[in-house]
């Protein structure tokens, strides 16, 4: 079964449910997805797919910190919720430990210890080794402790 057809799969199964949460953030999620392939006139693969979950999970989570700006938190445990249903669908995220793992690896093989003017060097090296089973915000803070 492909992401797609789960996506649509767990769309009807909200509907029947009376999940309206969970029923309103597949809804949004395919529609991204419909909207993708219009735009580009091609079929998304489960990795195109996957991209656009990502987005749009990222999407979430930078609402949230205007949500706590503004004191709303009924939109904040709407969207912590929306975010809760859209990672069942992406790959395991690693661990803080993991991505230090990751990064302590990659600086050892590219023989950088320490200094800030490396950053963008080992994020750049560490970035594609991470892609789509961590948050690049996660990975930035990693690497910024680890060349301090």
């Known amino acids: 079964m ?4 789960r996506l649509t799969s767990d769309f009807k199964d909200a509907m029947k449910a009376k999940d309206e949460i969970k029923k309103n953030t597949i809804n949004l ?3 991204a997805i419909k909207q993708y392939e219009v735009d580009n006139r091609e079929e998304l693969d489960d990795q195109g797919v996957l991209n656009i979950l990502t987005k749009q999970v990222k999407m979430r989570k930078d609402a949230l910190s205007d949500f706590k700006k503004a004191g709303r938190t009924d939109l904040l445990d709407n969207y912590n919720r929306e975010i809760e249903i859209l990672m069942e669908y992406l790959p395991k995220q ?3 430990a993991e ?3 990751i990064v302590k690896a990659t600086a050892a ?3 950088i210890e320490s ?3 490396n950053l963008g060097k080992l994020i750049g090296a560490v970035m594609p ?4 089973v961590a948050d690049g915000g996660d990975v930035k803070k990693v ?3 680890f060349l301090s």
Do not use: F, N, P, S
């Open 29 to 31: 999620a395919r529609a």
């Open 99 to 101: 991505i230090t793992e």
């Open 115 to 117: 200094g800030k003017q």
């Open 143 to 145: 690497i910024e402790a």
């Open 2 to 5: 492909t992401l797609k057809d």
């Open 109 to 111: 093989d590219m023989g």
């Open 94 to 96: 690693l661990t803080e």
């Open 129 to 132: 080794k991470v892609k789509g």
